[in-house]
């Protein structure tokens, strides 16, 4: 936002503070008992404003939430500490159910995960892309315990506005979107000596978007877990010696349960996506966890002058072709009592028609930030998971053959031919969005998933794998897809987001992307196999490392599917713990997804219990992504280059404090 010159405002001021001067000493003269005298002769002159400053902050600055409270939370947590430490606190806080559980109500988005565009913020109705106000806190810090204040605000309408108060207590009132509000604020002691401040108020309002895949999403996080019951749940299994096995079910199902009783017409089917996990979109599976969401929020916190206007785009399952630049389908079709889109606008498209709709309102409002994580879907990273984990040959042959496993040899060949020439599309179709530069387009990497420390790869085995009897991580395959992620995917990643190496681009410095891959040697020490004493009581008793967590006989898994002695609602998604990547386990207990959108045929299994749906619904919720603590340690990792490009610490209204002179006679 650029100064102005507010010499006539000042002047201006300094009128309306020798009146306001002289009213309050007739009123102290009253009080005090002494003839009423002039304003020169009462007012003495202004004492320096040593120690007195006048600071302000803009209130619930975090547009996408509702409430200040749930903002101010946030700001607590974050009180000297980092995203990551944050999201630790809140955690605990919460007894490991996550903080995100009751603010997921509390947002501008309607029932299937889109943006409002007329938003009800601590009861004012707003426009979301484009607000008129913004809601403000000033006070007065200084030696001020026993002073009253007369506060004059003045945005270069005729009228000023004033406000009496104590000295003590902060001041709160809307100043108009774009406009700078210079504020003069008297303080009056009781011995009759006056301090006088000033400062200038200029909300800068971030528009902030953010794109991309799961990982960008925030997949594996919902914002309500899934509620456990501590019954089994029966699901059919392709071939093998045992036709079912029993695992945890959803609390509340009154379905039926065993796999040899029929199905009602579907009724189960209902009845159990009524009782699913709560995502701040259901058909992107998008998480107020995600690691762009928790960037945009910290910079609100952090940064008390500005407003962070948040565009949460990304989906699971998007890669550029589809997804980004063109339509995708949704990975569910239920959303509480609304049903989901089946399809999904292309993210590109959708951001520019936001920015387009903002500018008609406000030609100067830009896109200030994108952050963007793509790629691993377009090298069906997905595939590679399946081929690590599915053991059992049978299944191994029907995913083989459908095309859900795929091979390092595979992706190789993505890599190498078909996501280039995806990336030069993408960067196409941003530029204009961005002024004809990508820098502010903040491309943060992934984490290698599968190290053990260092760059030596997860042993493999059914520690965290074993929800499912066809799942064994195999070792080998493990090491191979370990190595090709760090050797080859991510070295390349950034080759393309940058323009270097091999993948130079026509106009490489308009066209090279901020790129942030800090976080990855702390994932290589949280990858998936990482364990710890500190874990939670129930991953050290209950997730078995040799992978015997589940009762095997079904006669006593139809009631207690665990091994452990605790039950299955005792685990707690979002309680601290050494992995940073979320098991097949964790997905399953976290969220329990049964996606609609998984086949490209669109045929659907006939019941709940079948054996495809017992396979998806232990990976579809976030097997191989990050927990909530992966995700705050992408956000710490990407919020310098963020502050850096914002120029945040440049930038930010500092607080003045500055003595006026005292007002004239005829003033």
């Not at 004059?152 to 979107?177: M, Q, W, Y």
């Not at 993210?347 to 008609?360: D, I, K, P, W």
Request: proline letters at 5%; glycine letters at 8%.
């Amino acid at each position: 936002m650029k100064r102005t010159d507010h010499t006539p405002l000042r002047r201006a001021y300094r009128r309306a503070l020798a009146i306001a001067a002289t009213s309050m000493v007739l009123i102290c003269a009253g009080a005090a008992g002494v003839g009423a005298q002039t304003a020169t002769d009462a007012a003495p002159g202004p004492a320096p404003a040593e120690n007195l400053q006048i600071v302000w902050e803009v209130a619930s600055r975090f547009r996408l939430f509702r409430d200040e409270k749930d903002f101010q939370r946030h700001v607590a947590a974050m009180r000297g500490s980092t995203v990551l430490g944050a999201e630790q606190a809140l955690a605990l806080a919460s007894d490991g159910r996550g903080w995100a559980r009751d603010i997921v109500t509390r947002l501008c988005v309607d029932a299937g995960g889109r943006l409002q565009e007329q938003c009800l913020r601590d009861g004012v109705q707003e426009n979301y892309l484009n607000p008129t106000e913004h809601r403000i806190a000033v006070r007065l810090i200084g030696r001020v315990a026993d002073a009253a204040c007369m506060w004059i605000f003045d945005d270069g309408d005729e009228k000023s506005r004033s406000i009496r108060a104590p000295c003590t207590e902060s001041v709160n009132l809307s100043v108009r979107h774009g406009r700078t509000t210079v504020v003069l604020v008297e303080a009056s002691n009781a011995d009759g000596t006056t301090r006088r401040a000033t400062t200038d108020i200029a909300v800068r309002d971030l528009l902030i978007a953010g794109l991309g895949d799961s990982v960008a999403a925030g997949e594996g996080n919902p914002d309500r877990p899934v509620s456990l019951s501590d019954e089994g749940f029966c699901f059919r299994q392709i071939g093998g010696f045992r036709s079912e096995y029993y695992r945890p079910g959803r609390v509340g199902f009154s379905g039926n349960k065993a796999c040899e009783v029929a199905p009602a017409a579907n009724e189960d089917g209902v009845l159990w996506e009524k009782l699913s996990a709560r995502w701040m979109s259901a058909a992107c599976h998008r998480s107020l966890y995600g690691y762009q969401l928790r960037a945009a929020l910290a910079l609100a916190v952090r940064s008390p002058h500005v407003a962070v206007t948040f565009l949460p785009l990304a989906c699971t399952g998007a890669t550029i072709g589809a997804g980004m630049l063109a339509s995708q389908t949704a990975r569910e079709y239920f959303c509480g009592d609304d049903n989901c889109p089946s399809s999904l606008p292309a993210q590109v498209g959708e951001l520019r028609a936001m920015v387009e709709r903002a500018r008609r309102r406000d030609a100067t409002r830009a896109l200030d930030l994108v952050l963007v994580t793509i790629g691993a879907n377009d090298i069906d990273f997905s595939g590679l998971v399946a081929d690590v984990i599915i053991e059992a040959r049978t299944e191994r042959l029907l995913f083989s053959r459908t095309g859900v496993i795929s091979s390092v040899e595979a992706a190789q060949r993505t890599l190498d031919r078909q996501l280039p020439r995806d990336f030069a599309r993408l960067r196409s179709a941003l530029t204009p969005l961005l002024g004809g530069t990508l820098e502010r387009v903040v491309f943060v990497s992934y984490g290698n998933p599968a190290l053990a420390g260092g760059a030596r790869a997860c042993p493999g085995g059914r520690d965290g794998f074993d929800v499912h009897p066809a799942f064994a991580a195999d070792g080998e395959r493990m090491r191979r897809v370990a190595s090709f992620v760090q050797d080859r995917f991510l070295p390349r990643l950034k080759a393309l987001a940058t323009c270097t190496g091999e993948a130079k681009c026509a106009g490489a410095q308009a066209e090279a992307m901020t790129f942030v891959d800090t976080h990855q040697a702390a994932f290589a020490e949280h990858g998936v196999c990482a364990r710890a004493e500190s874990d939670p009581p129930f991953d050290r008793e209950c997730f078995s490392a040799s992978g015997e967590s589940f009762e095997t006989s079904a006669a006593e898994a139809a009631s207690a599917p665990l091994r452990c002695s605790q039950p299955a609602s005792a685990f707690r998604a979002y309680a601290p713990r050494a992995r940073w990547i979320r098991t097949a386990n964790d997905s399953y207990f976290t969220a329990m997804t049964f996606p609609k959108g998984w086949s490209p045929s669109g045929q659907l299994p006939s019941d709940i219990h079948d054996a495809t749906w017992g396979i998806l619904s232990a990976v579809y919720g976030g097997a191989i992504h990050p927990t909530a603590e992966g995700h705050a340690a992408m956000a710490d990792a990407a919020i310098p280059d963020m502050r850096r490009l914002l120029g945040l610490a440049q930038t930010e209204m500092p607080v003045v404090a500055e003595p006026l002179p005292a007002p004239s006679a005829g003033q």
